[in-house]
């Protein structure tokens, strides 16, 4: 798991975000609480993918698994669903969403969570 908050850490700083921003450290908890969720809850396929992307309006975080078991938002509302209830909160308080993606080979999902930059992002 640190090895995983380090890379994103890295790619925050070269995507030009303040690390003692608000975005930056929603952004690593996001990170934190999707990959604790694969390994945790994807026991077939305890590796998770993340990617991060940034636009000029929007920074993207996904992390996928190759468990076959479908997850919907609405598992964010179980008792073991505090994790995502927090990643949605955190996508929603920077005017962003979450949306649970099948895999592009056909097994398995991704979570992405969308976050639009706060006026004067770089």
Known sequence: MRAVRERTERSLTLFGLESASSLFGAALLVVSELVAN????????????????????????????????????ADADRASGQGLRTVADLARSFGGDVRVEPAAGGRGKTVVVRFILPEGTP
Do not use: F, N, W
């Not at 305890?46 to 993207?60: I, R, S, W």
């Not at 975080?61 to 919907?72: I, K, N, Q, W």
């Open 38 to 73: 694969a390994v945790r809850h994807a026991e077939q396929s305890p590796d998770a993918e993340v990617t991060l992307h940034m636009t000029d309006h929007m920074l993207v975080v996904g992390v996928g698994d190759l468990d076959p078991r479908p997850m919907t938002l």
